[in-house]
Nanobody
Framework: QVQLVESGGGLAQAGGSLRLSCAAS????????MGWYRQAPGKERDLVAG???????NYADSVKGRFTISRDNAKNTVYLQMNSLKPEDTAVYYC??????????WGQGTQVTVSS
């Protein structure tokens, strides 16, 4: 079955960096667009970044220039490099599989906490 397993979350100071990983299994990884979403307490889950099967990327305005999404199709893994972290980046981050603009599968989420 489809599995998305996130890792790499944790506590960082403002201005610091974290790298999230999402290991995918149970499907042909390089056929799909992959995305990272985040959800802060009391807020909706929003798209942070996406990467198509061909490597085209898109970002939320709030993270442009600070976050970088990438994928390694040989390892069935998608990454989110987060630099210059801000307290407002604090959220649970979710990996997702996307097809025709619809999320088809979610990971379990990983907590990112940025202290000021």
């Amino acid at each position: 079955q489809v599995q998305l397993v996130e890792s790499g979350g944790g506590l960082a100071q403002a201005g610091g960096s974290l790298r999230l990983s999402c290991a995918a299994s149970g499907f042909t990884f390089d056929y799909y667009t992959m995305g990272w979403y985040r959800q802060a307490p009391g807020k909706e889950r929003d798209l942070v970044a996406g990467i198509t099967s061909g490597g085209r990327t898109n970002y939320a305005d709030s993270v442009k220039g600070r976050f970088t999404i990438s994928r390694d199709n040989a390892k069935n893994t998608v990454y989110l490099q987060m630099n210059s972290l801000k307290p407002e980046d604090t959220a649970v981050y979710y990996c997702s599989r996307i097809r025709s603009g619809t999320v088809q599968a979610w990971g379990q989420g990983t907590q990112v906490t940025v202290s000021s």
